[in-house]
């Protein structure tokens, strides 16, 4: 069954950076777009950036933009969301998705803390 799992999160002060990792399993990762979504206390999930199936085409939501780069490496089956100038608001779960018309595939999570 399709399986992500996702790695990276921590906590980091304001201004420091993070680099988010997800590994696919149970599907052929490179014929799917992927995304990462993060979810804030008291707030509904969001998504924060997605990137095509080769790599070509990403797109990133007005809240990261210029600070945050998702890539893909096809080879290990893994999405990376790096994130820098991280701010307070940043705060959330970070999940990773396989975008799908029939529906998303979401992983467990990983929890970004930034605070002093």
């Known amino acids: 069954q399709v399986q992500l799992v996702e790695s990276g999160g921590g906590l980091v002060q304001p201004g420091g950076s993070l680099r988010l990792s997800c590994v696919g399993s149970?599907?052929?990762?490179?014929?799917?777009?992927m995304a990462w979504y993060r979810q804030a206390p008291g707030k509904e999930r969001e998504l924060v950036a997605s990137i095509s199936t080769g790599g070509a085409f990403r797109n990133y939501k007005e809240p990261v933009k210029g600070r945050c780069t998702i890539s893909r490496d096809n080879a290990k089956n893994t999405v990376y969301l790096q994130m820098n100038s991280l701010k307070p608001e940043d705060t959330a779960v970070y999940y990773c998705?396989?975008?799908?018309?029939?529906?998303?595939?979401w992983g467990q999570g990983t929890q970004v803390t930034v605070s002093s």
């Open positions: 149970g599907f052929t990762f490179s014929a799917y777009g």
């Open positions: 998705s396989r975008v799908d018309s029939r529906g998303n595939s």
